[in-house]
Protein backbone atom coordinates (compact mmCIF):
# COMPACT_ATOMS: atom_id res chain seq x y z
CA UNK A 1 0.00 0.00 0.00
CA UNK A 2 1.43 3.28 -1.25
CA UNK A 3 1.17 5.60 2.17
CA UNK A 4 0.32 9.37 2.27
CA UNK A 5 4.02 9.99 2.67
CA UNK A 6 5.36 7.74 -0.04
CA UNK A 7 3.20 9.57 -2.01
CA UNK A 8 4.88 12.71 -1.34
CA UNK A 9 8.11 11.59 -1.27
CA UNK A 10 7.80 10.33 -5.25
CA UNK A 11 8.07 13.89 -6.34
CA UNK A 12 11.66 13.73 -5.34
CA UNK A 13 14.19 12.22 -7.68
CA UNK A 14 17.54 11.43 -5.90
CA UNK A 15 20.87 10.92 -7.91
CA UNK A 16 23.12 8.10 -6.05
CA UNK A 17 26.68 8.37 -7.37
CA UNK A 18 29.01 5.72 -6.35
CA UNK A 19 31.69 3.62 -7.71
CA UNK A 20 31.21 0.44 -4.96
CA UNK A 21 28.17 -1.16 -6.44
CA UNK A 22 27.40 -2.76 -2.87
CA UNK A 23 26.68 0.68 -1.22
CA UNK A 24 25.15 2.23 -4.41
CA UNK A 25 22.43 -0.63 -4.37
CA UNK A 26 21.81 -0.64 -0.57
CA UNK A 27 21.50 2.90 -0.71
CA UNK A 28 18.73 2.83 -3.97
CA UNK A 29 17.27 0.21 -1.62
CA UNK A 30 16.59 2.45 1.66
CA UNK A 31 15.29 5.69 -0.70
CA UNK A 32 13.14 3.53 -2.86
CA UNK A 33 11.26 2.24 -0.15
CA UNK A 34 10.75 5.42 1.29
CA UNK A 35 9.18 6.27 -1.66
CA UNK A 36 11.43 8.32 -3.53
CA UNK A 37 12.40 8.16 -7.20
CA UNK A 38 15.96 7.14 -7.66
CA UNK A 39 18.79 7.15 -10.14
CA UNK A 40 21.94 5.26 -10.01
CA UNK A 41 25.76 6.62 -11.37
CA UNK A 42 28.69 4.97 -11.14
CA UNK A 43 31.29 8.01 -11.46
CA UNK A 44 30.76 11.81 -11.36
CA UNK A 45 31.32 11.83 -15.31
CA UNK A 46 28.23 9.79 -15.36
CA UNK A 47 26.39 11.88 -13.15
CA UNK A 48 27.04 14.95 -14.85
CA UNK A 49 25.24 13.22 -18.12
CA UNK A 50 22.55 12.29 -16.37
CA UNK A 51 21.84 15.93 -14.84
CA UNK A 52 21.79 17.07 -17.90
CA UNK A 53 19.18 15.13 -19.41
CA UNK A 54 17.02 15.22 -15.95
CA UNK A 55 18.30 17.62 -13.63
CA UNK A 56 17.36 15.74 -9.86
CA UNK A 57 16.28 17.50 -6.64
CA UNK A 58 19.20 15.47 -4.91
CA UNK A 59 22.32 14.19 -5.49
CA UNK A 60 24.00 11.78 -2.91
CA UNK A 61 27.58 11.36 -3.79
CA UNK A 62 30.12 9.56 -2.63
CA UNK A 63 33.52 11.35 -1.41
CA UNK A 64 36.03 9.10 -3.07
CA UNK A 65 35.05 8.84 -6.55
CA UNK A 66 37.55 6.84 -9.65
CA UNK A 67 38.09 10.02 -11.99
CA UNK A 68 36.35 13.19 -10.69
CA UNK A 69 36.15 13.36 -6.80
CA UNK A 70 32.75 13.50 -5.11
CA UNK A 71 33.95 17.62 -4.00
CA UNK A 72 34.43 18.32 -7.80
CA UNK A 73 31.25 17.18 -8.37
CA UNK A 74 29.34 19.05 -5.89
CA UNK A 75 31.24 22.22 -7.39
CA UNK A 76 30.29 21.24 -10.94
CA UNK A 77 26.27 20.61 -9.54
CA UNK A 78 26.21 24.06 -7.45
CA UNK A 79 28.05 25.89 -10.69
CA UNK A 80 25.20 24.76 -12.92
CA UNK A 81 22.09 24.23 -10.88
CA UNK A 82 20.37 26.20 -8.44
CA UNK A 83 18.30 23.87 -7.30
CA UNK A 84 20.37 20.83 -6.88
CA UNK A 85 20.96 19.93 -2.89
CA UNK A 86 23.95 17.26 -2.74
CA UNK A 87 24.59 15.04 -0.11
CA UNK A 88 28.29 14.15 0.65
CA UNK A 89 29.27 10.49 2.05
CA UNK A 90 32.60 10.48 4.00
CA UNK A 91 35.05 8.20 4.77
CA UNK A 92 35.22 7.87 8.72
CA UNK A 93 37.19 10.28 10.30
CA UNK A 94 38.02 12.87 7.84
CA UNK A 95 36.41 15.77 9.18
CA UNK A 96 38.46 18.40 7.05
CA UNK A 97 36.85 16.90 3.75
CA UNK A 98 33.09 17.38 5.36
CA UNK A 99 33.81 21.03 6.36
CA UNK A 100 35.40 22.12 2.86
CA UNK A 101 32.37 20.30 1.77
CA UNK A 102 30.04 22.49 3.35
CA UNK A 103 31.47 25.34 2.64
CA UNK A 104 31.17 24.63 -1.27
CA UNK A 105 27.68 24.27 -0.68
CA UNK A 106 26.61 20.75 0.12
CA UNK A 107 23.62 20.54 1.92
CA UNK A 108 24.98 17.99 4.57
CA UNK A 109 27.43 15.15 4.81
CA UNK A 110 27.27 11.69 6.27
CA UNK A 111 30.29 9.30 7.45
CA UNK A 112 30.63 6.07 6.42
CA UNK A 113 29.71 3.33 7.70
CA UNK A 114 26.10 4.88 6.30
CA UNK A 115 23.56 4.68 9.17
CA UNK A 116 19.88 4.27 7.51
CA UNK A 117 18.09 5.87 9.46
CA UNK A 118 20.52 9.17 9.34
CA UNK A 119 20.16 9.31 5.45
CA UNK A 120 16.49 9.08 5.70
CA UNK A 121 16.60 12.19 7.88
CA UNK A 122 18.81 14.18 5.80
CA UNK A 123 16.79 13.46 3.01
CA UNK A 124 13.42 14.20 4.59
CA UNK A 125 14.66 17.71 5.82
CA UNK A 126 15.77 18.47 2.01
CA UNK A 127 12.26 17.84 1.17
CA UNK A 128 10.67 19.45 3.77
CA UNK A 129 12.85 22.13 2.49
CA UNK A 130 11.65 22.04 -0.51
CA UNK A 131 8.16 21.63 -0.03
CA UNK A 132 8.07 25.14 1.72
CA UNK A 133 10.16 26.95 -0.95
CA UNK A 134 7.17 26.14 -3.72
CA UNK A 135 4.60 26.33 -1.41
CA UNK A 136 5.96 30.00 -0.93
CA UNK A 137 6.82 30.68 -4.67
CA UNK A 138 3.09 29.82 -5.28
CA UNK A 139 1.83 32.04 -2.75
CA UNK A 140 4.02 34.75 -4.07
CA UNK A 141 2.71 34.12 -7.45
CA UNK A 142 -0.71 33.94 -5.49
CA UNK A 143 -0.47 37.73 -4.14
CA UNK A 144 1.23 39.39 -6.91
CA UNK A 145 -1.85 38.02 -9.17
CA UNK A 146 -4.18 39.81 -6.63
CA UNK A 147 -2.41 42.48 -6.13
CA UNK A 148 -3.83 45.47 -7.83
CA UNK A 149 -1.17 48.28 -8.72
CA UNK A 150 -4.37 50.62 -8.50
CA UNK A 151 -7.57 50.69 -7.26
CA UNK A 152 -9.99 53.83 -8.19
CA UNK A 153 -7.72 57.17 -8.63
CA UNK A 154 -5.10 55.04 -5.89
CA UNK A 155 -1.97 54.05 -6.92
CA UNK A 156 -0.21 51.39 -4.67
CA UNK A 157 0.49 48.18 -4.10
CA UNK A 158 2.08 47.51 -0.79
CA UNK A 159 -0.10 45.21 1.44
CA UNK A 160 -1.01 47.70 3.92
CA UNK A 161 -3.03 49.89 0.84
CA UNK A 162 -3.82 46.21 -0.69
CA UNK A 163 -6.20 45.72 2.43
CA UNK A 164 -7.42 48.99 1.91
CA UNK A 165 -8.45 48.16 -1.42
CA UNK A 166 -10.07 45.11 -0.19
CA UNK A 167 -11.89 46.43 2.72
CA UNK A 168 -13.76 49.17 0.19
CA UNK A 169 -14.75 46.07 -1.98
CA UNK A 170 -16.37 44.35 0.96
CA UNK A 171 -18.29 47.69 2.07
CA UNK A 172 -19.09 49.22 -1.09
CA UNK A 173 -22.32 46.85 -1.73
CA UNK A 174 -23.57 47.76 2.03
CA UNK A 175 -25.12 50.77 3.77
CA UNK A 176 -22.60 50.54 6.64
CA UNK A 177 -21.34 54.04 8.19
CA UNK A 178 -17.64 54.09 7.35
CA UNK A 179 -14.90 55.77 9.67
CA UNK A 180 -11.81 56.93 7.79
CA UNK A 181 -9.17 57.33 9.86
CA UNK A 182 -5.50 58.74 9.40
CA UNK A 183 -2.83 61.18 9.05
CA UNK A 184 -3.26 64.38 6.91
CA UNK A 185 -2.67 63.91 3.16
CA UNK A 186 -2.88 59.92 3.61
CA UNK A 187 -5.89 59.86 0.74
CA UNK A 188 -9.04 59.63 2.67
CA UNK A 189 -10.45 62.22 0.40
CA UNK A 190 -9.61 59.41 -2.23
CA UNK A 191 -11.06 56.54 -0.03
CA UNK A 192 -14.41 58.15 0.31
CA UNK A 193 -14.44 58.48 -3.48
CA UNK A 194 -13.17 55.03 -4.03
CA UNK A 195 -16.33 53.83 -2.31
CA UNK A 196 -19.19 55.65 -3.82
CA UNK A 197 -17.66 54.47 -7.07
CA UNK A 198 -17.13 51.14 -5.99
CA UNK A 199 -20.91 50.94 -4.80
CA UNK A 200 -23.40 49.64 -7.91
CA UNK A 201 -26.31 51.34 -6.23
CA UNK A 202 -25.06 54.58 -5.66
CA UNK A 203 -22.17 55.46 -7.95
CA UNK A 204 -24.98 57.23 -10.50
CA UNK A 205 -26.26 59.58 -7.46
CA UNK A 206 -24.26 62.27 -6.06
CA UNK A 207 -21.09 62.19 -4.15
CA UNK A 208 -21.26 65.42 -1.31
CA UNK A 209 -17.77 65.82 0.43
CA UNK A 210 -17.98 68.72 3.61
CA UNK A 211 -15.10 70.12 4.78
CA UNK A 212 -16.67 70.00 8.76
CA UNK A 213 -13.92 72.08 10.55
CA UNK A 214 -13.86 74.79 7.85
CA UNK A 215 -17.61 76.17 7.90
CA UNK A 216 -19.02 77.82 10.58
CA UNK A 217 -21.21 76.07 13.15
CA UNK A 218 -24.66 77.91 12.34
CA UNK A 219 -23.54 77.77 8.18
CA UNK A 220 -22.32 73.76 8.76
CA UNK A 221 -25.48 73.04 10.27
CA UNK A 222 -28.09 74.55 7.51
CA UNK A 223 -25.13 73.22 5.13
CA UNK A 224 -26.19 69.99 6.24
CA UNK A 225 -29.54 70.24 6.52
CA UNK A 226 -30.80 72.90 4.90
CA UNK A 227 -32.80 75.95 6.17
CA UNK A 228 -35.65 77.36 5.72
CA UNK A 229 -36.41 81.25 4.74
CA UNK A 230 -35.89 83.90 8.15
CA UNK A 231 -34.53 81.02 9.96
CA UNK A 232 -31.32 83.44 10.68
CA UNK A 233 -30.31 86.57 9.59
CA UNK A 234 -29.60 86.16 5.17
CA UNK A 235 -31.31 83.26 4.89
CA UNK A 236 -33.48 84.98 2.34
CA UNK A 237 -35.09 81.98 0.72
CA UNK A 238 -35.68 78.21 1.25
CA UNK A 239 -32.66 75.77 0.69
CA UNK A 240 -32.15 71.91 0.42
CA UNK A 241 -29.24 70.89 2.50
CA UNK A 242 -26.56 68.52 1.38
CA UNK A 243 -27.88 65.63 3.26
CA UNK A 244 -31.16 65.87 0.89
CA UNK A 245 -28.83 66.34 -2.07
CA UNK A 246 -27.25 63.42 -1.51
CA UNK A 247 -30.16 61.32 -1.62
CA UNK A 248 -29.69 58.19 -3.19
CA UNK A 249 -25.80 58.96 -3.24
CA UNK A 250 -23.17 59.23 -0.57
CA UNK A 251 -22.22 62.09 1.78
CA UNK A 252 -19.25 62.53 2.85
CA UNK A 253 -18.04 64.57 6.59
CA UNK A 254 -14.57 65.25 6.41
CA UNK A 255 -13.28 66.80 10.12
CA UNK A 256 -16.55 65.25 11.92
CA UNK A 257 -14.16 66.18 14.72
CA UNK A 258 -15.22 69.36 14.35
CA UNK A 259 -19.26 68.88 15.00
CA UNK A 260 -20.20 70.86 17.87
CA UNK A 261 -22.03 68.72 20.46
CA UNK A 262 -25.08 69.92 19.50
CA UNK A 263 -24.68 69.23 15.65
CA UNK A 264 -23.59 65.73 16.74
CA UNK A 265 -26.99 65.09 18.20
CA UNK A 266 -28.73 66.05 15.39
CA UNK A 267 -25.80 63.46 13.07
CA UNK A 268 -26.51 60.96 15.53
CA UNK A 269 -30.31 60.98 14.72
CA UNK A 270 -29.75 61.32 10.93
CA UNK A 271 -27.32 57.99 11.32
CA UNK A 272 -30.08 56.15 13.40
CA UNK A 273 -33.42 56.84 11.80
CA UNK A 274 -32.42 58.88 8.23
CA UNK A 275 -34.70 61.87 9.74
CA UNK A 276 -33.99 65.36 10.21
CA UNK A 277 -35.18 68.74 10.01
CA UNK A 278 -34.09 72.13 8.08
CA UNK A 279 -33.22 74.70 10.24
CA UNK A 280 -35.66 76.89 11.40
CA UNK A 281 -38.28 74.19 10.15
CA UNK A 282 -40.57 71.90 11.81
CA UNK A 283 -41.31 69.58 8.93
CA UNK A 284 -39.13 65.74 9.69
CA UNK A 285 -37.39 65.03 6.54
CA UNK A 286 -35.92 61.85 5.35
CA UNK A 287 -32.90 61.27 2.87
CA UNK A 288 -30.94 58.31 1.90
CA UNK A 289 -27.48 58.63 1.55
CA UNK A 290 -24.23 56.99 2.93
CA UNK A 291 -22.59 58.07 5.32
CA UNK A 292 -18.81 58.35 5.31
CA UNK A 293 -16.88 60.41 7.96
CA UNK A 294 -12.78 61.18 7.83
CA UNK A 295 -10.93 62.31 10.73
CA UNK A 296 -7.24 62.86 11.32
CA UNK A 297 -7.81 63.26 15.06
CA UNK A 298 -8.18 60.59 17.71
CA UNK A 299 -11.61 60.20 18.01
CA UNK A 300 -11.38 57.89 21.15
CA UNK A 301 -9.40 60.16 23.15
CA UNK A 302 -12.14 63.14 22.55
CA UNK A 303 -14.69 60.59 23.49
CA UNK A 304 -12.72 61.12 26.76
CA UNK A 305 -12.61 63.93 27.37
CA UNK A 306 -16.30 64.64 26.32
CA UNK A 307 -15.94 66.58 23.29
CA UNK A 308 -17.49 63.33 21.22
CA UNK A 309 -20.05 61.81 22.17
CA UNK A 310 -19.69 58.38 23.19
CA UNK A 311 -22.72 56.75 21.87
CA UNK A 312 -22.23 58.74 18.36
CA UNK A 313 -18.47 57.35 18.25
CA UNK A 314 -19.68 54.14 18.55
CA UNK A 315 -22.62 54.44 16.08
CA UNK A 316 -19.60 56.03 13.10
CA UNK A 317 -17.07 53.55 14.62
CA UNK A 318 -18.60 50.11 12.86
CA UNK A 319 -16.27 50.22 9.93
CA UNK A 320 -13.31 51.83 9.98
CA UNK A 321 -10.92 52.36 7.56
CA UNK A 322 -7.11 53.01 8.62
CA UNK A 323 -4.84 54.76 6.40
CA UNK A 324 -1.12 53.80 6.34
CA UNK A 325 1.08 56.76 6.39
CA UNK A 326 3.07 57.24 3.69
CA UNK A 327 5.95 56.06 5.27
CA UNK A 328 4.89 52.82 6.30
CA UNK A 329 4.27 51.90 2.40
CA UNK A 330 7.46 53.28 0.82
CA UNK A 331 7.85 50.50 -1.76
CA UNK A 332 4.66 52.72 -2.99
CA UNK A 333 6.77 55.72 -3.28
CA UNK A 334 8.16 55.43 -7.17
CA UNK A 335 4.72 54.12 -8.70
CA UNK A 336 3.38 57.26 -6.94
CA UNK A 337 6.00 59.18 -8.11
CA UNK A 338 5.53 57.87 -11.50
CA UNK A 339 1.93 58.60 -11.62
CA UNK A 340 2.18 62.32 -10.84
CA UNK A 341 5.17 62.58 -13.23
CA UNK A 342 2.94 61.51 -16.01
CA UNK A 343 0.17 63.52 -14.60
CA UNK A 344 1.70 66.91 -14.00
CA UNK A 345 4.17 66.75 -17.21
CA UNK A 346 0.56 66.89 -18.97
CA UNK A 347 -0.87 69.32 -17.35
CA UNK A 348 2.32 71.47 -17.81
CA UNK A 349 3.18 70.48 -21.14
CA UNK A 350 6.18 69.07 -20.57
CA UNK A 351 7.52 65.81 -20.86
CA UNK A 352 9.84 64.88 -17.83
CA UNK A 353 9.38 60.74 -17.51
CA UNK A 354 11.34 59.73 -14.53
CA UNK A 355 13.20 61.32 -11.09
CA UNK A 356 17.29 60.95 -11.07
CA UNK A 357 18.76 58.12 -8.71
CA UNK A 358 20.16 60.80 -6.53
CA UNK A 359 16.42 62.04 -5.93
CA UNK A 360 14.59 59.03 -5.80
CA UNK A 361 16.79 58.33 -2.83
CA UNK A 362 16.45 61.00 -1.07
CA UNK A 363 12.33 60.33 -1.33
CA UNK A 364 12.43 56.92 -0.17
CA UNK A 365 14.67 58.15 2.71
CA UNK A 366 12.24 61.27 4.14
CA UNK A 367 9.35 60.49 6.25
CA UNK A 368 6.75 62.66 4.62
CA UNK A 369 4.82 64.24 7.30
CA UNK A 370 2.83 65.13 4.85
CA UNK A 371 2.40 62.05 3.21
CA UNK A 372 0.98 61.42 -0.30
CA UNK A 373 -0.16 65.58 -0.52
CA UNK A 374 3.51 66.15 0.08
CA UNK A 375 5.04 63.99 -2.11
CA UNK A 376 2.71 64.67 -5.08
CA UNK A 377 3.36 68.54 -4.32
CA UNK A 378 7.01 67.41 -4.62
CA UNK A 379 6.88 66.00 -7.64
CA UNK A 380 4.51 68.83 -9.12
CA UNK A 381 7.51 70.82 -8.18
CA UNK A 382 10.12 68.81 -10.06
CA UNK A 383 8.17 68.74 -12.80
CA UNK A 384 7.86 72.67 -13.40
CA UNK A 385 11.57 72.90 -12.93
CA UNK A 386 12.81 70.28 -14.38
CA UNK A 387 14.91 71.45 -18.01
CA UNK A 388 15.66 68.18 -18.95
CA UNK A 389 13.04 64.74 -18.95
CA UNK A 390 15.39 63.62 -16.16
CA UNK A 391 14.00 65.94 -12.86
CA UNK A 392 17.48 66.18 -11.15
CA UNK A 393 18.69 67.19 -7.10
CA UNK A 394 18.39 70.80 -7.91
CA UNK A 395 14.59 70.99 -9.30
CA UNK A 396 13.08 69.38 -6.57
CA UNK A 397 11.83 72.46 -4.62
CA UNK A 398 12.28 72.36 -0.72
CA UNK A 399 14.97 70.07 -1.32
CA UNK A 400 16.70 70.82 2.28
CA UNK A 401 13.46 69.29 3.84
CA UNK A 402 14.34 65.77 2.10
CA UNK A 403 18.06 65.98 3.40
CA UNK A 404 16.92 66.89 7.07
CA UNK A 405 14.58 64.06 7.21
CA UNK A 406 13.03 63.81 10.10
CA UNK A 407 13.58 60.60 9.97
CA UNK A 408 17.31 61.15 11.02
CA UNK A 409 17.31 64.55 13.30
CA UNK A 410 17.92 63.19 16.35
CA UNK A 411 21.24 61.41 17.13
CA UNK A 412 20.57 58.02 18.10
CA UNK A 413 17.79 57.86 14.87
CA UNK A 414 21.10 58.93 13.07
CA UNK A 415 22.96 55.57 14.34
CA UNK A 416 23.63 53.32 11.85
CA UNK A 417 22.41 50.98 13.75
CA UNK A 418 18.97 52.21 13.68
CA UNK A 419 19.27 53.44 9.96
CA UNK A 420 19.93 49.08 9.24
CA UNK A 421 17.27 48.74 11.58
CA UNK A 422 14.37 50.31 10.17
CA UNK A 423 14.68 48.70 6.97
CA UNK A 424 14.94 45.06 8.43
CA UNK A 425 11.80 45.68 10.83
CA UNK A 426 9.47 46.88 7.81
CA UNK A 427 10.98 43.92 5.46
CA UNK A 428 10.36 41.45 8.41
CA UNK A 429 7.02 42.52 8.52
CA UNK A 430 6.25 42.14 4.75
CA UNK A 431 7.38 38.84 4.55
CA UNK A 432 5.56 37.38 7.65
CA UNK A 433 2.13 39.16 6.03
CA UNK A 434 3.20 37.57 2.81
CA UNK A 435 3.18 34.39 4.17
CA UNK A 436 0.23 34.81 6.79
CA UNK A 437 2.12 35.15 9.26
CA UNK A 438 2.96 31.58 8.98
CA UNK A 439 6.95 31.87 10.85
CA UNK A 440 7.97 28.85 9.35
CA UNK A 441 7.26 29.97 5.77
CA UNK A 442 8.42 33.66 6.85
CA UNK A 443 12.01 31.96 7.97
CA UNK A 444 12.27 30.10 4.95
CA UNK A 445 11.31 33.02 2.94
CA UNK A 446 13.77 35.14 4.51
CA UNK A 447 16.48 32.63 4.26
CA UNK A 448 16.99 32.17 8.63
CA UNK A 449 16.14 30.20 10.98
CA UNK A 450 12.84 29.75 12.67
CA UNK A 451 14.57 30.99 16.19
CA UNK A 452 16.55 33.97 14.31
CA UNK A 453 12.90 35.18 13.04
CA UNK A 454 11.52 34.56 16.50
CA UNK A 455 14.62 36.62 17.90
CA UNK A 456 14.16 39.63 15.69
CA UNK A 457 10.29 39.83 15.89
CA UNK A 458 11.09 40.05 19.70
CA UNK A 459 13.78 42.40 19.16
CA UNK A 460 11.59 44.71 17.51
CA UNK A 461 8.40 44.24 19.16
CA UNK A 462 6.21 41.97 15.99
CA UNK A 463 3.64 40.67 17.61
CA UNK A 464 1.95 37.91 16.01
CA UNK A 465 -0.94 39.41 14.56
N1 LIG B 1 -2.87 56.20 -3.21
C1 LIG B 1 -2.79 57.38 -3.83
N2 LIG B 1 -2.34 57.47 -5.09
C2 LIG B 1 -2.25 58.64 -5.72
N3 LIG B 1 -2.58 59.80 -5.18
C3 LIG B 1 -3.04 59.81 -3.93
C4 LIG B 1 -3.18 58.59 -3.19
N4 LIG B 1 -3.65 58.88 -1.97
C5 LIG B 1 -3.80 60.21 -1.94
N5 LIG B 1 -3.46 60.79 -3.11
C6 LIG B 1 -3.47 62.22 -3.44
O1 LIG B 1 -2.94 62.90 -2.34
C7 LIG B 1 -3.68 64.09 -2.09
C8 LIG B 1 -4.24 64.03 -0.69
O2 LIG B 1 -5.23 63.03 -0.62
P1 LIG B 1 -6.55 63.23 0.26
O3 LIG B 1 -7.05 64.62 0.13
O4 LIG B 1 -7.48 62.12 -0.06
O5 LIG B 1 -5.90 63.02 1.70
P2 LIG B 1 -6.61 63.18 3.11
O6 LIG B 1 -6.18 62.02 3.90
O7 LIG B 1 -8.06 63.40 2.90
O8 LIG B 1 -5.92 64.46 3.68
P3 LIG B 1 -6.50 65.56 4.75
O9 LIG B 1 -6.62 64.87 6.07
O10 LIG B 1 -5.46 66.61 4.75
O11 LIG B 1 -7.81 65.99 4.18
C9 LIG B 1 -4.75 64.17 -3.15
O12 LIG B 1 -4.31 64.99 -4.20
C10 LIG B 1 -4.88 62.73 -3.63
O13 LIG B 1 -5.28 62.69 -4.98
MG1 LIG C 1 -9.17 65.16 2.96
Avoid at 210 to 217: L, Q
Avoid at 237 to 253: C, P, Q, V, W, Y
Avoid at 297 to 305: I, Y
Avoid at 440 to 459: C, E, F, Q, S, V
Wanted: proline content about 3%.
Amino acid sequence: MVTQMNEQNSQFQILIVDDEPLIRESLYEILRIEGYRVQMAPSAEDALEQLKKNPVDIVVTDFKLPKMTGLQLLEEIKNTYDEIEVILITGYGSIESAVEAMKKGAFDYITKPINDNEIKIVIQKIADKKKILEENKALKELIAKNQRPSFCDMIGSSHKIQSVYNIIDSVASTNATIHITGESGTGKGLVARAIHQTDVHRRNKPFVEISCGAISETLLESELFGHVKGAFTGAIKDKEGRFEFADGGTIFLDEIDAFSLGLQVKLLRVLQDGVFERVGDNVTRKADARIIVATNQDLAQLVEKGDFREDLYYRINVISIQMPPLRERREDIESIVNFYLEKYSHDNKKKVTSISNEVKKLFLDYTWPGNIRELENAVEGAVIMAKTEIANKWDVPSLAKFEKSPVSSTRDEKSLKKVVEQPEKEHIISILNDCNWNRNKAAATLGINRTTLYNKMKKYDILDK
